[in-house]
């Protein structure tokens, strides 16, 4: 009989550590309970290099994501993500017993190892197999090949893996706290979950999660995962290029872009000047809006532009026929879903979690997506959990 669940999410990112506290109820709908943001320290293009500050910062979201949700927090879903990560395809198969010959769930578990055979980069682990499609006998399209006969099960996997020390590091965080992580996930995947629909993967569709030190990426096509990546490359780049190009503190820079910035070259966007106050310790001064928008814009179209070169090395940039999805802290930049349409020429839509429920100002913030999308998968892998325990990271690395 099913029975309500409580599911942290927790994000460690480079500008900021989030907490998501959600409840996966008997109806099988999710309702957020609890939300904590705050600003994140000794984390670098979303990776950890000062492990006792990350650790305060994961200290302070888990005690005031466990205020507002009247919630213990023992365990967590840990979103994780970098330039170390990586995704590849590859198939597994399993030839079935000739004085059998009808596939039985065993047999996808084998398959499933065969496709994890593969030589990784040193010190790298798996993070995900996830599965794309299943071959009988050669025969494609097959939904669920369980009771079918036939003598040889193929399928094709996509394997995400990244750093087991980078990713150790973070887990180390939460450790640290006498919190558990269940099990780190890829973020790209986890906000996948609750911004795209299956109508969009199925018709095929890019979510881009650009968010302070990282752009994350994830293309389905035909309703499978079909690439995915993460470049070290965000918000704090704009900043630190604002900061030099118009010679200002980073915290004036950072406040800048958010409060005036835009990637719109032409039209009233890039019309005027910005007048800076004085404060203590800066002189102020005055911005040209077009000298602005020239530096935030010609950062972000290099990033879309770094993507769009991975997609077109996968071979999929023609197949993505539900457009395009942003989210992420830097989606809120003003005009940047017309620079997107621009640089991969498709539609492009501005987005956030959905599929849940509580405070909305909670699920249409797309800066939570990774972490609200960290209990949807928590949800879609129960079944999984239930016939085989989560097998845990570090086992998983020592084995190897």
């Not at 650790?55 to 507002?68: H, K, M, Q, Y």
Request: charged letters at 25%; glycine letters at 10%.
């Amino acid at each position: 009989m099913a029975r309500e669940q409580i599911v942290v999410g927790l994000e460690i990112g480079t500008s900021k550590v989030a907490a998501v506290v959600g409840e996966i109820r008997a109806d099988q709908t999710i309702r957020i309970l609890g939300v904590a943001m705050t600003p994140s320290r000794g984390v670098r293009k979303g990776e950890i290099v000062d492990v006792d500050n990350a650790s305060r910062c994961v200290r302070d979201a888990l005690a005031d994501a466990e205020s507002s949700s009247d919630v213990d927090i023992r365990s967590v879903f840990l979103g994780v993500s970098g330039s170390h990560i990586r995704s590849f395809c590859n198939r597994g198969s399993k030839v079935i017993p000739e004085e059998r010959g009808e596939i039985i769930p065993e047999d996808f578990e084998e398959v499933q190892e065969s496709a994890r055979q593969v030589q990784l980069p040193q010190d790298h682990c798996f993070l995900h197999s996830i599965l794309q499609h299943y071959y009988v006998d050669g025969q494609d399209e097959v939904l669920n090949p369980v009771g079918m006969l036939g003598s040889k099960l193929e399928a094709d996997f996509q394997i995400v893996h990244g750093s087991s020390k980078r990713i150790g590091n973070s887990i180390r965080c939460v450790r640290d706290l006498g919190v558990e992580v269940t099990q780190p996930v890829f973020n790209a995947v986890a906000a996948a979950q609750v911004v795209l629909n299956a109508d969009q993967k199925n018709s095929g569709a890019l979510m881009i999660d650009m968010g302070g030190g990282t752009t994350d990426y994830i293309a389905y096509t035909h309703g499978a995962v079909r690439s995915c990546g993460s470049l070290p490359i965000g918000g704090d780049h704009i900043t630190n290029d604002i900061s030099i190009g118009v010679r200002i503190p980073m915290i004036r820079a950072e406040r800048l872009k958010t409060e005036e910035g835009s990637v719109l070259l032409s039209g009233e966007a890039a019309q005027g000047r910005v007048v800076l106050k004085a404060e203590a310790g800066f002189a102020g001064c005055v911005v040209e809006r077009s000298m602005l928008n020239n530096i935030i814009g010609c950062r972000v179209r290099e990033t879309f532009e770094l993507v769009k070169r991975e997609l077109e090395a996968a071979g999929v940039l023609h197949y993505l026929g539900g457009g395009l999805l942003l989210t992420g802290g830097c989606s809120l930049l003003d005009g940047i879903d017309e620079l997107a349409a621009d640089v991969f020429e498709m539609p492009v839509q501005l987005t956030h979690a959905h599929a849940v429920s509580g405070p909305a100002s909670a699920f249409e913030n797309p800066q939570l997506s990774a972490a609200i999308g960290l209990i949807k998968y928590a949800q879609a892998i129960q079944p999984l959990e239930e016939e085989k325990p989560i097998k845990k990271l570090f086992s998983r690395i020592f084995s190897r």
